[in-house]
């Protein structure tokens, strides 16, 4: 009913009436932006288009609802009447969409939504952690797309690594020669390659990590913009970093490991190509 | 020649090459997938609305179908005004509202919530096959099975696959539908007697959604509309009458209703669909970069490697211009060869991800995210020569520019 209503065509009407005489309501602040209203203006609400039965509203105020994330890419209107004038609007009398309860201190939600459950009124209770968890559940579902994305990603660049490590130790074949005649260990050159690996990974992680956070700068300057919304779109927090520098730094020492397998295993005169 | 000294570079240095076309094989499969993503789901909408064999979908005021509770009143009046008006050559009205449904022989059940859809003959379109019987005027042919009549008082009736399963079904059994809990129904006003008619295939029913499909009228007595309300009204225009033309000219004539061609439709509905498309470009872009600076940093090291080589052909008089062309050949090469695992990787992990993003409530199940269309396969081939020819341009350019001489004295030395 309420979105009946939230959806119902607003008009400005300009025609001087005593605004004090008629019944008020609220605007949504991005909804009297798209439609001009401000407080003290009169509205004509209707249950459907052909306007039947229209009623005129004064505009009591402009309200400013949190953001809600399923609206992005839509832009329904919204309004808030007291319920005897809904009721008045759309005939439909004695009929709630949801019922809002607040349970006495000590007593746990989720025994009263089960016991509300058992009574068979015809209703479904939740507490308010079910009930968010139910309505979020698109959002756990492209948290997991993101997550897979990530992951190919992430291969895309491990692989690029490796690929850019074993050129690397290849081009350095005759000077690991040199160091072996010379009588540096295969286990003391492993761990310098190893250790330029992580330096390059840290570096890269480091360069990436700022990379983020200032292209999370642009997307939410943009898109808050685009949408009209205080919503964060994109965000870089202490456990993406924490997450992003530990696979930065595992990827880097097999990308090495994985290079000096050959190298390690080679003997000398195979190193200057002998 | 070009061709011959790009293969041979190639194959020299197998571990280079193969690593580089792993490479550029996962950034082309992730650059394919955003390019399915981009205009997967609009594509994939598409094709179930041409399914449905309708031009024009006409909804109450700034709606989209089955958007909000709203009506159309006055359908009946407003039908025939729209068939006066010309144009069209068949409109029928449509239902969709909430029933709920219990069993016929569980009198104490509250029932589970269902879709209600009520449909005229010419709305047809809404369901697929059917195992049993058609409803009533509505028998194009498509059902299987044995003939099922209802009895004085019962409705005919059509479920859905889900419906049929949660209770058991079969053509010729009953359910009992009311507006409400069926345990809240006043002695005196009864649950609705429906005669299951045949089990449907319902376009665009999300999974595990269960669906009722009875006769216009029977859902509007059921939906307790009384002012002879619709939630929906489809059309097809007459031949030679162009949909996109005629929506306009319909919403004009009558203000109080929205009119969509599929064309619109697809328009309105990929606006509320835009993250896909935004995040598909975002990510797509990356990947493009990603196989560009793969494929530049792995030619410029096999270009310093060879500068004598290249010297030496400059010496015997191959010009600048040739050499660039064997660089960026080399480049280009690597790309196609990498083609085969970037189609073969993408589709695979499009498969998985389609999967990932469809277990979202309320999704229908026709719908996918990622669709393999001919223009995504060119937009990727494309895209990724391109960034080869890109890539291949800065160590085209160092290798065309080494001086002839001095290379070849400080190879030699």
Redesign the interface.
């Known amino acids: 009913m309420r979105r009946l209503v939230c959806l119902a065509l607003l008009a400005f009407a300009a025609v001087p009436v005593h605004a004090a005489a008629l019944p008020s309501l609220l605007v949504e602040d991005r909804t009297a932006r798209r439609l001009g209203l401000a407080a003290g203006d009169t509205v004509d609400v209707a249950r459907d288009a052909s306007f039947a039965g229209a009623r005129r509203f004064r505009v009591e105020g402009v309200y400013a609802p949190p953001p809600d994330p399923t609206e992005i890419g839509r832009a329904p209107a919204h309004v808030r009447l007291h319920l005897p004038d809904l009721e008045a609007l759309t005939g439909e009398h004695d009929r709630a969409t949801r019922i809002a309860l607040r349970v006495a201190p000590g007593v746990a939600p989720d025994d009263v939504a089960r016991e509300i459950g058992q009574m068979n009124l015809g209703v479904s209770a939740y507490d308010a952690q079910r009930a968010a968890a139910q309505s979020t559940e698109t959002f756990h579902v492209i948290d997991r797309f993101h997550f897979a994305i990530g992951l190919v990603t992430l291969a895309a660049g491990a692989v690029f690594l490796l690929a850019l490590m074993v050129l690397q130790v290849d081009e350095s074949r005759r000077e690991f020669g040199a160091l072996r005649l010379i009588g540096i260990r295969r286990g003391t050159l492993a761990r310098a390659v190893a250790m330029a690996a992580l330096v390059i990974a840290a570096a890269g992680c480091v360069i990436g990590i700022g990379f983020a956070a200032l292209a999370s700068v642009v997307v939410n300057h943009v898109y808050q913009a685009k949408y009209q919304t205080t919503l964060v779109f994109a965000r870089v927090d202490a456990r993406d970093i924490v997450v992003t520098c530990a696979l930065s730094l595992v990827l880097g020492l097999a990308a090495a490991c994985a290079a000096l397998w050959r190298l390690v295993r080679a003997n000398v005169l195979e190193l200057f190509g002998r | 020649m070009i061709a011959f000294l790009a293969w041979r570079s190639l194959v020299r240095s197998r571990?280079?090459s193969a690593?580089?076309i792993?490479?550029v094989g996962?950034?082309g499969?992730?650059l394919l997938?955003m390019t399915m993503l981009a205009n997967g789901l609009q594509t994939s909408l598409g094709r179930v609305l041409e399914g449905m064999g309708y031009d024009l979908r006409l909804t109450?005021?700034?709606?989209l179908p089955f958007e909000?509770?709203?009506?159309?009143?006055d359908s009946g009046a407003l039908t025939a005004a729209l068939r006066r008006d010309g144009g069209l050559r068949e409109v029928a009205r449509v239902v969709g509202a909430t029933a709920f449904v219990a069993g016929a022989e569980d009198s104490h059940a509250?029932g589970s919530p269902a879709f209600l859809l009520g449909v005229e003959p010419a709305g047809r379109g809404v369901y697929r096959d059917v195992v049993g019987s058609d409803l009533p005027g509505l028998d194009i042919g498509r059902a299987r099975g044995a003939v099922v009549r209802a009895a004085p008082g019962e409705i005919p009736v059509l479920v859905n696959a889900e419906v049929a399963r949660q209770w058991h079904l079969r053509p010729g059994d009953r359910v009992r539908l009311a507006s409400?809990?069926l345990?809240?129904l006043p002695a005196d006003r009864p649950a609705v007697v429906g005669r299951v008619y045949g089990i449907a295939d319902v376009r665009l029913d999300a999974a595990g959604q269960l669906t009722v499909l009875c006769p216009f009228p029977d859902a509007q007595r059921l939906a307790g509309f009384t002012r002879d309300e619709a939630s929906l009204l489809v059309a097809r225009t007459v031949p030679g009458v162009g949909a996109d033309s005629l929506a306009p000219a319909i919403e004009r004539r009558h203000?109080?209703?929205s009119a969509y061609s599929l064309q619109q439709l697809l328009r309105t509905a990929s606006?509320?669909?835009?993250?896909f498309a935004q995040f598909a470009l975002v990510?797509g872009a990356?990947?493009v970069v990603?196989a560009a600076?793969?494929l530049g940093?792995?030619v410029t090291?096999s270009v310093r490697?060879r500068l004598g080589e290249i010297a030496t052909l400059r010496a015997l008089g191959i010009a600048a211009g040739r050499v660039r062309l064997l660089i960026t050949a080399e480049a280009v090469a690597l790309t196609v060869a990498a083609l085969p695992l970037a189609f073969a990787l993408g589709l695979s992990?499009a498969q998985?991800?389609d999967r990932?993003?469809k277990?979202?409530?309320?999704l229908p199940a026709d719908l996918h995210f990622f669709v393999f269309t001919a223009q995504a396969a060119w937009q990727t081939v494309a895209l990724l020569v391109t960034c080869s020819v890109v890539a291949g341009a800065y160590p085209a350019h160092l290798a065309a520019r080494q001086p002839i001489a001095a290379t070849l004295h400080a190879e030699v030395t």
Do not use: C, F, K, N
């Open positions: 571990t280079r690593l580089t792993l490479g996962v950034a499969a992730l997938d109450p005021r700034g709606t909000t509770d709203a009506t159309i009143p509250a409400r809990p345990h809240t203000p109080e209703i606006q509320q669909l835009s993250y990510l990356t990947s990603v600076m793969l940093t792995i090291l490697g992990v998985v991800l990932l993003l277990a979202a409530p309320g």
